[in-house]
């Protein structure tokens, strides 16, 4: 019987450990911006897009075009430039997912406050690093996320931070589980125990 019981537990998945994500599918999020004195605006949207890990997309690949009162932001992901900034990733542990979104721009065009840095004729058109180390829940049942992270800006009139979130399911790539080999001393004690009970059978076989 010890001798079963360690052979199951040689079989026993371990508990799911950190799996890298390969795709994070998008079903919507939001964005805040900051402009200090001249306010704030925020937006909840409900768009599907697809967030792949490990390469640039150019927009409108990633996802289409959000509309923020006179603002539109075209999402996409570069190194920058001389920014040499890495390419997403993600990955799960458990009940959490952190993402390196480092990589995420928004093109932005507004018609609004074009007069205030451009000629009044010609639309504000600006491409901003959103992007960030962005964290939140995972649900590894559905795959479904919940993600979240804060921008700071500098160098940029008026637009002080920014806050986005982003939700949807995950795609993962490898296997969340594998058997753990027990130590041969597992086998050694089984042994010992059957042994044993063959040696209390006997001796309880010659009493009678």
């Known amino acids: 019987m010890a001798f079963l019981a360690a052979s199951a537990l040689w079989y026993m998945p371990a508990p799911a ?3 890298i994500v390969t795709q994070l599918d998008i079903a919507g999020g939001s964005i805040g911006l900051n402009f ?7 937006r909840n949207f409900m768009r599907d897009g697809e967030l792949v890990m490990g390469q640039y997309q150019p927009a409108p690949n990633l996802l289409d075009p959000i509309t923020i009162s006179h603002l539109t932001l075209s999402i996409f992901t570069s190194s920058g430039g001389t920014l040499n900034l890495p390419a ?3 990955q799960t542990s458990g009940a959490t997912m952190t993402a390196d979104l480092q990589s995420l721009f928004a093109g932005v065009t507004s ?7 451009t000629s009044p004729s010609t639309p ?3 491409s901003l690093n959103i992007g960030g180390s962005a964290t939140g829940s995972f649900n590894d049942i559905t795959n479904a996320f919940d993600i979240s992270w804060t921008h700071q800006f500098t160098g940029i009139p008026f637009l002080t931070s920014g806050t986005f979130s982003l939700q949807g399911t995950a795609q993962l790539g490898g296997a969340q589980a594998s058997p753990v080999p ?3 001393a597992v086998f050694l004690f089984g042994s010992g125990l059957i042994g044993l009970a063959g040696l209390i059978r006997r001796m309880m076989n010659a009493e009678t």
């Open 111 to 117: 018609t609004g406050w074009s007069g205030l840095l």
């Open 88 to 90: 997403p990733t993600a």
């Open 36 to 42: 200090g004195g001249l306010g704030s605006v925020t």
């Open 17 to 19: 450990t950190a799996a």
């Open 182 to 184: 027990l130590p041969g």
């Open 124 to 126: 504000l058109t600006a």
